[in-house]
């Protein structure tokens, strides 16, 4: 069964750099079918989709933050990273982890990691 | 437009028929999918496709598609159907994500 894990800081002073990793155990983040992707979710608010990256290098951003992200993946220890950086209180969200699967007409997000909650504060 | 909009609230009686909507100009090219979001858990997939449940999900979730608007259905509401609901699909002229606002679902 397909599981992801992220994990990293819970607090980080504003203008440094956010990271978190996500592991995926189950099943091979090489999988051709698949995507790896981060979304965060601002306490009392809606899903925002960061980015998603392909093991083959192949990455998309949310223009809206395309200058501050890095999204990277380790084959070897079957991961993928999240960098963000100048970050703000803006951008104390819970983050997470998913799997976004390309199908026909259709790109769905399965299975979700838990979700770790990072805060922007000093 | 790069957006797609649901309404923010939506109340059902215990056991009746509640439709979710939600519109974007996305969605006249990808079906949209559907996530579960129950109060301090990650989401879950709930509807994907012109119509398919995940293995687990119950069938009296089901999803539906017409122009500029797909439709999450559920036939006889359950108590532990109130959550928070989420459509997302590709965006119809790049490689991005969408999400729509979500949609807060209280069974009464």
């Known amino acids: 069964q397909l599981q992801l894990q992220e994990s990293g800081p819970g607090l980080v002073k504003p203008s440094e750099t956010l990271s978190l990793r996500c592991t995926v155990s189950?099943?091979?983040?090489?999988?051709?079918?698949?995507?790896w992707a981060w979304i965060r979710q601002p306490p009392g608010k809606g899903l925002e989709w960061i980015g998603h990256?392909?093991?083959?290098?192949?990455?998309s951003y949310n223009p809206s933050l395309q200058s501050r992200v890095i999204i990277s993946v380790d084959t070897s220890k079957n991961q993928f990273s999240l960098k963000l950086t100048s970050v703000t209180a803006a951008d104390t969200a819970v983050y997470y982890c998913?799997?976004?699967?390309?199908?026909?007409?259709?790109?769905?997000?399965?299975?979700w990691g838990q979700g770790t909650l990072v805060t922007v504060s000093s | 437009s790069s957006e797609l909009t649901q309404d923010p609230a939506v109340s059902v009686a215990l056991g009746q028929t509640v439709t979710i909507t939600c519109q974007g100009d996305?969605?006249?090219?990808?079906?949209a999918s559907w996530s579960q979001q129950r109060p301090g858990q990650a989401p879950t997939l709930l509807i994907y496709?012109?119509?398919n449940r995940p293995s687990g999900i119950p069938d009296r979730f089901s999803g539906s598609s017409s122009g500029i608007t797909a439709s999450l259905t559920i036939t006889g509401a359950q108590a532990e159907d109130e959550a928070d609901y989420y459509c997302?699909?590709?965006?119809?002229?790049?490689?991005?994500?969408?999400f729509g606002g979500g949609t807060k679902l209280t069974v009464l």
């Open positions: 996305s969605l006249r090219s990808y079906y």
């Open positions: 997302n699909s590709r965006d119809s002229s790049d490689n991005r994500q969408l």
């Open positions: 990256i392909h093991s083959t290098g192949i990455i």
């Open positions: 496709g012109k119509n």
């Open positions: 998913a799997r976004l699967l390309p199908g026909d007409w259709n790109y769905r997000f399965d299975p």
């Open positions: 189950g099943a091979s983040i090489s999988n051709t079918n698949s995507y």
